[in-house]
């Protein structure tokens, strides 16, 4: 009797499976509320990082110009780029002293280029400071060039501003209303908007994967991690004033002769060729944290954070905006060193005007 009575017990001490099934649902109902939390807390971290990455080349390019006597301009093709010689005034001193800045980091023509060989290693390593970690692009990419390859770098997640865009100002072999263009030599006392109203660098999405061809106005995933090529119908060959001839999907935004203030809204949607990062050298948005380049390490505010219109490239300039795996927005860094999220939702005026150093508009990065 006592027997029968314990296996009763021990019977009713076990888990029916409609019990198993509540815990099991309840177990899930949690993991599915803290999972959002979670997230939310990891990318508020990366956020963090990428910020303070940020800041920390704003403040590089201010001891530079302390010590240099100038902002440093953008090199022709076959230079340093800019981020590059921000390194020895970052916590990077192993890696500026095997820069040489007397010898041509790259050699080729333009699209083509190669990097010089004494430096091919150096450039094959990813500086986490120059890349944001809410971006799951690859921190290093092997690019096949038509001059030969394949050839591999460390990747760029922060661009350096050329100014507003606006009129001919996207054209950085002339002067711009930004920080820098080629030959630039420009002083923190030329910003007259006030360094706090003035963006001198932001956060971009890094380019992906292979060139694709898409029918026109059909873009890639977004936020895409691939620019698209509208070098056709603009004239690349220098005039005697700044700007790019257009004709073609740029017939329509030709003032005075040049590409000015483009609808991007009616462009893009006539091209149908997208960079990414693997086909060839400086195609690719933030291929390379060593090179030159506007489509590699420059930008410009002509288009709003986050903007459905893509990156659009026209030969050696484009018209950009500041781009992000960020919610909500991008972030930028002003010349005081501040680092803000510039909204998805902020006017492309206001954003134009934030990126020009010299416009006198009356605005801040809240409006």
Sequence with gaps: MSVGVHHSARRRRAFTLVEL??????????????????????????????????????????????????????????????????????????????LDFKRPATTGAYNAQVPNPIFAALFATAIPVMLCPSDPSPAIHTVTVIAGGPFTYGGLSYMVSTGSGTGTRYDQRWPTDGIVYEGSNVRLAAVTDGLSKSVFMSETVRSDGDDITLPAATPPKFPFQKTLNGSGGANSTKQATPGYPGSGAFGGSVSGGMIQNPDLTQVWTKFTGWRGANTNTLRGRGTSWAMTGACNTLTNGYTTPNSRIPDVVIHATGFFGPKSFHPSGAQVGFGDGAVRMLSDSIDANVCRALHSINGGEAVSAED
């Design 21 to 98: 099934l509540v815990v099991i649902a309840i177990i899930g109902t949690l993991v599915g509320l803290l999972l959002p939390a979670v997230q939310a807390a990891r990318e508020a971290a990366r956020r963090s990082s990428c910020s303070s990455n940020l800041r920390q080349q704003i403040l590089a390019m201010v001891n530079y110009e302390s010590a240099r006597r100038s902002l440093p301009p953008t090199d022709l093709p076959g230079g340093f780029s800019i981020q590059s010689r921000l390194l020895p005034f970052m916590e990077e001193a192993s890696i500026a002293a095997q």
